[in-house]
């Protein structure tokens, strides 16, 4: 697969932020929900055989996050709720893996009154 991919569903669990003072064991069905979900929602979305979902080069994701109001909160505190979902995609075979090498994560985006999480991969020509 080549150009921009967009994968959209509903929020799974709340969104987990970096600075959520939750004990592990509550925090790691949350984090397995959202890991879960983005691995199902690639596979329904995207071609249904591993390999089909495999994309080229290197890969920039960008994940949008519903939020209910416009209250004052700092993005980068939410890439405790990007990481499972870049995880999720690792699992569905969209890369080999989630390093430096295959995927730049960007700061999420917070969008006020949505109601889907919103992931675009888009990919990074190379260099040289």
Not at 33 to 51: G, I, M
Not at 59 to 81: C, E
Not at 106 to 114: C, D, M, N, S, Y
Request: contains cysteine.
């Amino acid at each position: 697969m080549s150009g921009d991919v967009v994968i959209a569903f509903e929020p799974p669990a709340p969104l987990l932020s970096m600075n959520d003072r939750t004990h592990h064991a509550k925090r790691a069905p949350i984090v397995a929900e959202w890991r879960k979900a983005a691995y199902w929602h690639a596979c329904e979305q995207l071609p249904p055989s591993p390999s089909g979902r495999r994309l080229e080069g290197k890969q920039r994701v960008k994940v949008g996050l519903p939020v209910p109001d416009r209250r004052r909160r700092d993005p980068s505190n939410f890439h405790a709720t990007v990481k499972p979902i870049v995880d999720g995609l690792t699992d569905a075979n969209l890369w080999p893996d989630d390093d430096a090498d295959h995927v730049t994560v960007e700061e999420p985006a917070l969008l006020v009154g949505q109601k889907l999480v919103v992931v675009r991969l888009t990919p990074i020509p190379e260099e040289g």
